[in-house]
């Protein structure tokens, strides 16, 4: 098994994932801040304490060093004052005493003492003496201060020899002591001051730790906090978002009489009036739908007669007076385009109502457009377009529902014809592994970009005074749009102002199964070619055909 540590690559990852969690969680974000500045806090806290501490335990230990060092030699001066020795043995026993009275009287035991340079040196005075290790850390400097200071008392911070080998923190205190007939002796006392560094390091640790649990439960407290503070904005930007995906139900839940009680309950208000706003359009929308569809059947049948009244009228108009007969084709054509209105409505009513059922069968897609192009033929020729089919794949059957797709060819066609302004209309078809597609050139007057925009709302026309031969409704392409949706296919359009416009329908191999691309592309490929090139294309491909 292999782990994505394992990889060497996962810190790559690090980076982005901390900057995307700091981005996205306000939770990880409040915490994050709130650590740093208790941290901070607790860190210039601690500081200043350990500071404070470890100047009151050194200062403490050096008043009681002085003390005790000033008492020590005080006792041991009495005892020399008190003594007559004058000669050499004597003379050591009496420093030997004094520094006994020292030791028993202090709690240290390095204890140094040194006879004052430059004095007279009549009788043998007693030698220096010197605990081990002590010896090697007074200073020069403090020696002679000491020399020159009297009875007055100095001190110095120096490194003891330890126990194990290390050095120990301490301090040596030095003075003058007077041997009655030797004269003035240096002696210096020196203080450990290990348990006080110990004392202090012990603070310290405790002072860190109790400072790292405290950054710990403050953290800990605050990812409660925000939670409690993040959790009701987390359903409510939760259940704004089903909202706007249009579940109309959802509600926050309301608790309590906080401030998030009357976000829910300003927020519910408000769901529950744009869900009564919503349910009121929809009514009203259900009923115009009905109102439309119940007019368009109602009218069938008045229209049915006035039809057959029409198409007699209509039979014998060679035997009315010449402004007679006008008026005869006027109303015939006036009633087919009713008709034709009348059966778009009906259509895209049952659309609305959502009543429409696809009748799929199998389908040959060339066939179909080849049998349609010879429909429109008649219509073309009148119009002066030359159509033409040209089909490099698509030869075979494909489940459509065969009534729909003639529809959406035919009105994509009797576009073509009635916008191409006499030049050729092209139908192409195609197929790939996901789809069969069908387009629709020509190289009439095209859209401008707006215009394509709206090209598929119902009832909408480019331009109303276009000279209109077929006499459509407006709602061709709106009902074709839905025949192609209605089959998860796709209707598109390229268009462009002088260049013509080129219409594709795509429909899946498979229905319900998801179109990867269409086999034809969009925009075409001789998007903004001129007449003329249009022209020659047709005149290339044409010979090659033949
Ligand atoms: P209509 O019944 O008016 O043809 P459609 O929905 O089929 O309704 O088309 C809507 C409008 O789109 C047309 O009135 C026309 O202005 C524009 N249109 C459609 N096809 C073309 C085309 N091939 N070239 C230019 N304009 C077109």
Redesign the pocket.
Known sequence: MRYRWMDGEWWRQVPPRLTRLWRTSLQVRTVAITLLLTGAAILVTGVYMSLSISNDLYQSRLDQALRDSSRATTTAQSTLNASDASTGDAGRNLLNSALQDVQSATSSRLIAAYRVPGQDAATPSPPDRSSPGLNDVISSELRAEVQKGGTKQFYQSVALPGTDGNTDPGLVVGTQLTLPSYGHYELYIGYNLRDAENTLVFVQNTLALAGLALILLVGAITWVIVRFVVQPIRVAAETSERLAAGDLAVRIPERGEDVFASLARSFNGMADSLQSQINQLATLSQLQQRFVSDVSHELRTPLTTIRLAGDVIYDQRESFPPATERTAELLHTQIERFDRLLSDLLEISRYDAGSVALEPEPTNLVRLADDTVDEMRTLADQNGSELRLDAPGGYFDVAMDPRRIRRVVR??L???I???EGKPVIVTVDSNESAVALT?R?Y????SQQ?VNH??DRF????PS?K?T?G???????I?LEDATLHAGWLQVW?APGA??C?RLTLPRVIGREIASSPLPLPPFDAGATDAQAESALGAETEART
């Open positions: 009105n994509l009797g576009n073509a009635e916008h191409g629709v020509d009439g007057l095209g859209m215009e090209v598929f909408w026309r480019a331009d276009r209109r077929i459509g409704t407006g709602l061709g392409l709106a074709s268009s013509g416009s219409f």
